[in-house]
């Protein structure tokens, strides 16, 4: 700034002549466009999924790349799977059977293989689960290829499938935290979801591309594969040994893990608990996909394609809520977050019920989805900062379990309180339910509502 000049004593003849301070230049243009662009490069970065992760760990990096495309061949061979039961049977309850056959060992292995991803080298481990998924994947395109055609075969192969899975996903869970800082890992988990998304909504429509260009054998072979990157992922990842939490060398396994002891460490940890129950609270009052095909016809006069739209909505809602993402590593009281977005997931859903147009419940599933995205990113972030490591896969089987179970109930109570009353009702108490469930759960365990991330107390 110019410096303000004393007026000059007269007579002060051989007083030098003061000599003006500069101006300042007014800012440049470029200046002037920098600062602009800097606040939309910060705003990018708080809106927009923040990829930190994966710039700075090569072996998230590659973890994150092979999840992603086995997600994506997984779902396109579900797909496959059930178009080739339906050739061979012409039935819709053979391929309802599909989904049994993948549930029992999915929560029969998830409990287990939680206890087993606490008791060994959990890279060994996702080695071997990675393995196994990938020849299944082969065994299928093998019986396509000879044309078997038998039913028995594919459910037994879905079953193995299922349980490999259930032994994969709480591995790699427990492994993140080993990889990353604490405070990456809400980015870290939104990426996870954002890949899960990916896989259910682009995974179907590559299937039913490539089936439709070539046919079922070769959505069999891309699929196993796409393994070869979540192997390679495996592969280079450091031996990751389960660490005790007390009196134990840092790598060395926990001896003996139970699944019993993993429930008993639930029992007595309200915090972490409560990311189960309120997830079960959302699942199971406020998940009304089973009256879908109603809904099409009964409010929007719909067919098969409506059908589609519901379904999909909930899900494009996820993908929009973890691609705008960056926002949520800034957020430190977690618990709270997950309260009000179950409650944001429930009112959405009650929303929903209170629709006639179409393009606003598409709207409103979309909501819901988004706040469902938020909820799990919060929820996988308490489970795995709160827990100890030797802990953490049994946990994360536990919560394999919920994410299984938790849906299928809610089938069941929406479809039963729609037989009871109407598919309205149903869908509007059932939101509603899920509110107050939230609520009540928050009121047992105020301390959830206080959960602050750079404390985490369990």
């Known amino acids: 700034m110019p410096v303000p000049q004393q007026p000059a004593e007269a007579g002060a003849a051989d007083d030098p002549v003061p000599i003006p301070a500069p101006r300042e230049s007014p800012p440049s243009a470029t200046a002037a466009d920098d600062r602009p662009s800097g606040r939309t490069r910060g705003f990018a970065r708080k809106a927009f999924a923040d990829v930190t992760p994966l710039r700075g760990s090569p072996d998230?990096?590659?973890?994150?790349?092979?999840?992603?495309?086995?997600?994506?061949?997984?779902?396109?061979?579900?797909?496959?799977?059930?178009v080739q039961v339906y050739d061979l049977t012409g039935s819709n309850f053979s391929v309802g059977l599909v989904g049994l056959f993948s549930l029992f060992p999915l929560v029969a292995f998830g409990l287990l293989g939680g206890a087993i991803a606490d008791s060994m080298d959990r890279r060994k481990l996702g080695l071997i689960a990675s393995s196994g998924l990938a020849c299944m994947s082969l065994v299928l395109a093998v019986q396509a290829v000879l044309g078997l055609h038998q039913v028995w075969l594919l459910y037994t192969v879905v079953a193995l499938q299922s349980a490999f899975f259930a032994v994969n996903s709480p591995t790699r869970s427990a492994m993140i935290p080993r990889l990353l800082p604490a405070e990456q890992l809400p980015a870290a988990n939104a990426l996870s979801t954002m890949s899960m998304n990916l896989g259910l909504t682009?995974?179907?429509?590559?299937?039913?591309l490539i089936m439709g260009v070539w046919n079922t054998e070769t959505v069999y072979v891309v699929d196993a594969v796409g393994f070869a990157a979540s192997l390679y992922a495996m592969w280079r990842l450091p031996a990751m040994l389960p660490e005790r939490a007390n009196g134990g060398d840092p790598g060395k396994p926990a001896q003996r893990a139970s699944v019993a002891e993993g429930f008993r460490f639930l029992r007595t940890r309200p915090n972490v608990r409560m990311t189960f129950l309120g997830d079960i609270a959302a699942m199971v009052f406020g998940m009304p996909r089973?009256?879908?095909?109603?809904?099409a016809v009964a409010w929007y006069g719909g067919d098969t394609a409506t059908v589609g739209l519901l379904t999909a909505a909930p899900a494009v809602g996820a993908l929009a809520g973890s691609l705008f993402s960056g926002w949520l590593g800034s957020v430190r009281y977690q618990g709270r977050a997950v309260i009000l977005s179950i409650v944001a997931w429930g009112l959405a859903i009650a929303a929903f019920g209170l629709t006639s147009w179409?393009?606003?419940?598409?709207?409103?599933?979309?909501?819901?989805?988004?706040?469902?995205?938020?909820?799990?990113?919060?929820?996988?972030?308490?489970?795995?900062?709160?827990t100890p490591d030797e802990m953490r896969g049994r946990l994360a089987g536990v919560f394999i379990v919920v994410v299984a179970g938790?849906?299928?109930?809610?089938?069941?109570?929406?479809?039963?309180?729609?037989?009871?009353?109407?598919?309205r009702v149903s869908v509007i108490s059932g939101g509603l339910a899920c509110v107050v469930a939230v609520l009540l759960l928050t009121a047992r365990w105020r301390g959830f509502w206080r959960y602050d991330a750079k404390n985490p107390v369990p």
């Not at 682009?202 to 039913?208: A, F, K, Q, R």
Request: with cysteine; hydrophobic share 55%; charged share 10%.
């Open 290 to 295: 089973a009256l879908f095909p109603a809904i």
């Open 406 to 423: 938790g849906p299928r109930l809610g089938d069941f109570e929406s479809g039963s309180v729609a037989a009871l009353a109407t598919e």
């Open 358 to 386: 179409l393009w606003l419940g598409l709207l409103f599933l979309a909501v819901a989805g988004c706040a469902d995205t938020i909820s799990a990113v919060f929820r996988n972030t308490i489970l795995q900062v709160a």
């Open 60 to 82: 998230y990096r590659r973890l994150w790349f092979g999840s992603t495309v086995s997600m994506l061949g997984q779902q396109m061979t579900a797909l496959a799977v059930s």
């Open 202 to 208: 682009l995974g179907p429509m590559l299937g039913g």
